[in-house]
């Protein structure tokens, strides 16, 4: 298992490195908002249809190969990209290139549940998880200061033969083949036999799923360009400042489930879901860079807090056979959603005060996914499941 994790290690730097970077990449060669925000939307395409493909391949020929097969799929991208930066490339190998970076955690976290037991599972996915978050605020600040020291080409080089070297790691992680599966697409996609409340608590979940998807896409993907627009940060900078977010989310998720049992679950998810809009709607007037700073770190904290108690209440009335069902459905949503998100970010970041507009919008859609939460939260209130969760029953 430590092997796992060292690979986790370099592969979630080396990732981090590379979202932190591309898009200042593509700045620095003369492409404007529009085109990063197709190319990011069409990354976002991928990631929805590419990356369910690379999860079902995985249960059928095992997660260890195809995280490795993705690791130089990535590779070879980054270094053809950087190597031949022409529009047609970069359009050509974005839908590919989400595919491959969204499918790493997809088939990580599988891997995980193969090679443990139930009696270490949790202190592992602990681990991982706190690796993952913590390296990827090493990534953000590795990213900023590599595109200003060495320029952002030779940063993706080097982010390209980090994630190259990770899969040593990888290779000697022992699989257990009698774990493959022969699932097919029309398994997956089987929805039936869901009662009444499960159908009501699944239902709204995907809808908020695509709301605060589109919410969030039309500015979380584009962190750097934007700290850029407004306050022409410096990379290493821009690095620095998402890396505050970056370790305020992973804080909050740390101790969400502590928070969540002492103030109850929907109290603390509804309160920091109803003030994420206002942080949203202050990044639309807030032209201080160390008070936006703050106010963007929090956002990122606050609906990372919530993330983890959400997705525990809503996994735990899925059938156990449907889990896998929902979250591909759910992922396949949220980054449709994102990818027509980015298509509007660049569409409004063009027009003379564009920001304002764009975090004006994603604030209402924010504001119907917080109607709609209490909605969801209505019907299991006082249901036995939900007070064995975190025993506080709402009066």
């Known amino acids: 298992m430590r092997k796992l994790?060292?690979?986790?290690?370099?592969?979630?730097?080396?990732?981090?490195?590379?979202?932190?970077?591309?898009?200042?990449?593509?700045?620095?060669?003369?492409?404007?908002?529009?085109?990063?925000?197709?190319?990011?939307?069409?990354?976002?395409?991928?990631?929805?249809?590419?990356?369910?493909?690379?999860?079902?391949?995985?249960?059928?020929?095992g997660k260890k190969l195809m995280l490795i097969i993705s690791s130089v799929t990535f590779a070879i991208i980054?270094?053809?990209?950087?190597?031949?930066?022409?529009?047609?490339i970069l359009i050509y190998t974005a839908l590919i290139n989400g595919g491959v970076l969204t499918s790493r955690m997809i088939l990580l976290n599988s891997l995980i549940v193969d090679i443990t037991t139930h009696e270490n599972r949790g202190k592992y996915f602990g681990y991982n998880f706190g690796l993952f978050m913590g390296s990827g605020l090493i990534g953000n600040l590795i990213g900023g200061a590599l595109g200003e020291i060495v320029g952002f080409n030779v940063a993706l080089l080097i982010t390209?033969?980090?994630?190259?070297?990770?899969?040593?790691?990888?290779?000697?992680?022992?699989?257990?083949?009698?774990?493959?599966?022969?699932?097919?697409?029309?398994?997956?996609?089987?929805?039936?036999?869901?009662?009444?409340?499960?159908?009501?608590?699944?239902?709204?979940?995907?809808?908020?799923?695509?709301?605060?998807?589109?919410?969030?896409?039309?500015?979380?993907?584009?962190?750097?360009?934007?700290?850029?627009?407004?306050?022409?940060m410096q990379p290493t900078i821009i690095g620095v400042a998402l890396a505050i977010a970056q370790f305020g989310a992973s804080l909050g998720s740390i101790f969400s489930s502590k928070l969540s049992k002492k103030f109850g679950a929907y109290q603390f998810t509804?309160?920091?879901?109803?003030?994420?809009?206002?942080?949203?709607?202050?990044?639309?007037?807030?032209?201080?860079?160390?008070?936006?700073?703050?106010?963007?770190?929090?956002?990122?904290?606050?609906?990372?807090?919530?993330?983890?108690v959400s997705t525990t209440i809503i996994m735990s009335y899925i059938p156990q056979n449907k889990i896998t069902t929902i979250s591909s459905i759910r992922n396949f949503l949220n980054f449709i959603a994102r990818s027509f998100a980015a298509l509007i970010f660049g569409?409004?970041?063009?027009?003379?005060?564009?920001?304002?507009?764009?975090?004006?919008?994603?604030?209402l859609f924010y504001f119907i996914s917080?109607?709609?939460?209490?909605?969801?939260?209505?019907?299991?209130?006082?249901?036995?499941?939900?007070?064995?969760?975190?025993?506080?029953?709402?009066?």
């Open 270 to 308: 509804f309160l920091l879901n109803m003030l994420v809009i206002p942080l949203i709607i202050s990044f639309a007037y807030v032209r201080d860079p160390y008070l936006f700073t703050v106010l963007y770190a929090l956002r990122f904290s606050f609906m990372n807090m919530t993330n983890p």
């Open 370 to 395: 917080l109607l709609l939460l209490r909605n969801l939260f209505k019907p299991i209130l006082k249901d036995e499941v939900f007070l064995k969760l975190y025993e506080k029953p709402i009066k």
């Open 160 to 232: 390209g033969i980090t994630h190259l070297a990770s899969n040593f790691f990888l290779l000697l992680v022992h699989e257990n083949k009698q774990h493959h599966s022969q699932v097919s697409i029309k398994e997956i996609f089987n929805l039936k036999e869901f009662n009444k409340l499960q159908g009501h608590i699944i239902k709204i979940h995907l809808i908020r799923t695509f709301l605060i998807g589109f919410g969030a896409g039309l500015f979380v993907n584009f962190g750097n360009i934007i700290f850029k627009d407004l306050f022409n």
């Open 78 to 88: 980054t270094f053809l990209r950087i190597s031949i930066p022409t529009e047609s």
């Open 5 to 61: 994790l060292y690979y986790t290690l370099l592969s979630s730097i080396a990732q981090s490195i590379y979202r932190i970077v591309f898009n200042l990449f593509l700045r620095d060669i003369g492409f404007n908002n529009a085109f990063i925000s197709h190319i990011t939307s069409l990354e976002m395409v991928g990631s929805a249809f590419l990356g369910l493909l690379i999860g079902v391949l995985g249960d059928k020929f």
């Open 347 to 363: 569409y409004i970041t063009s027009f003379s005060g564009g920001y304002t507009y764009l975090f004006l919008i994603s604030a």
